[in-house]
């Protein structure tokens, strides 16, 4: 299974990218937000997207906004990794068409189970 | 993983005699690192190190700081809907085969059985918030209880970390019925007036209960041993309607130990085949209303059912 880990901070596509690895995606590394819209093109058969909120060029919520003005990705899933913490960005991302919210800090644990309440592999206990 | 370097085995040792002679259950010394990592705050809030503590707790084996090592080490892992799939499977079959059957009565009672620090009874309460609005008006009660007085002072307290609302908790469930307070997060009083909460040891003879539509009896049965599950299977369903279902966690089962329920196709879910006639002690009776009145349910205060549930058997 294809997913993006979209995040300007390299060590944070690392981690991500790693904890996805781990779980058997293949990853595909982007930036930003118009990055990402260029490697999904790539990469069509992707069902996961991580996105952080905050990134230059294009950030998470436009890229959110964009992928779900497109059919083509329709069957995709888009989580929000994000140092934002309020609940009304949360509703905003959720409304967009963010599946899945995640606040940084987080564990391995937490992106296994965002995953599994998604219906992709999850944790297995 | 930790290494042991703080503990030695005979004072590993010494903590799973304590927790084996105070809680019933027995931890294997591979689980010393779990062990250790549990007891490091009880030794440092009394300036005592491990093996002090240990020494402690050998001296004294029913002392109160015996008492708080065995607490300690009985609050486990859990998260909110953990097993998403067995939740997927409340919300589409479970549920709604029971809410329709309890329709002329309009009441449910639900049981979490070992609920640990809460998130097991509430994300019970989130999914009927979010998913059944046709409850308005019904009596809903979902009883939570736990042999861990720590792990029930927490769950009554309802206030959770940022890791673990991270945790399980579909974020959509987060926005719409928590409140957040700096950095930790809080359920709604919608949700958390469903819940109440009193200390229970399923191990001893059960107080008065409501009888229970659905139990959750989740990975509390896999650290004991064939007998006790046996003895913890019957008295749970004793509590229960005829109709009732039984959840247990993922590596449970109630084949081969209790031949009063069966699986039912949902994974995970089991029926009550032979409801015992009448529970002894439990008052409850098949009647909807009868076991309910033991219990004090002020909305306000969840934890004033402790004292109404105590009187029935000793905990320990
Ligand atoms: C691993 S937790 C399970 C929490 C939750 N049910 C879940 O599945 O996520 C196990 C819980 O069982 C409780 N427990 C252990 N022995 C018990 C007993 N004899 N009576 C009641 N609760 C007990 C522990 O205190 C602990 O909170």
New binding site residues.
Partial sequence: MDALVIDDSRAMRTILGGMLTDLGFRVVQATDGRDALARLAETPAARLALVDWNMPEMDGLAFIRAVRADRAYEGLKLVVVSTETEQAQMATALEAGADEYVMKPFTRAVIAEKLGLLGLAGPSA | MKQGGGMSAADGAAFREVAREL???ALSPEKDYFVEGRLEAVARARGLSLGELAQAVRSAPRGALAQEVAEAL??????FF?DPGLFEVLRLQVLPELIAARRAERRLALW?????TG??PYSLALLLVEHFPELEGWDVDILA????QQ?LDYAASAVYTQHEVNRGLPARLLVRHFEREAMTWRPRSAVRRLVRFAR????RPLPPLPRMDLV?L???LI?HDVETKRGVLASVRGRMRSDGRLVL?SAETTLYLDAGFEPSPELGVYRVKDAPSEAPGGGAGGRPDAGAEALDRGPSAPREGVPAVDRGAPCI
């Fill in positions: 809680t019933g259950i009985l609050i486990a892992e859990t998260s953990r979490s059985a070992a609920c640990a998130q097991e209880t736990d042999l861990s792990a229970v040891d399923l191990l959750l989740r990975n509390m650290y966690g």
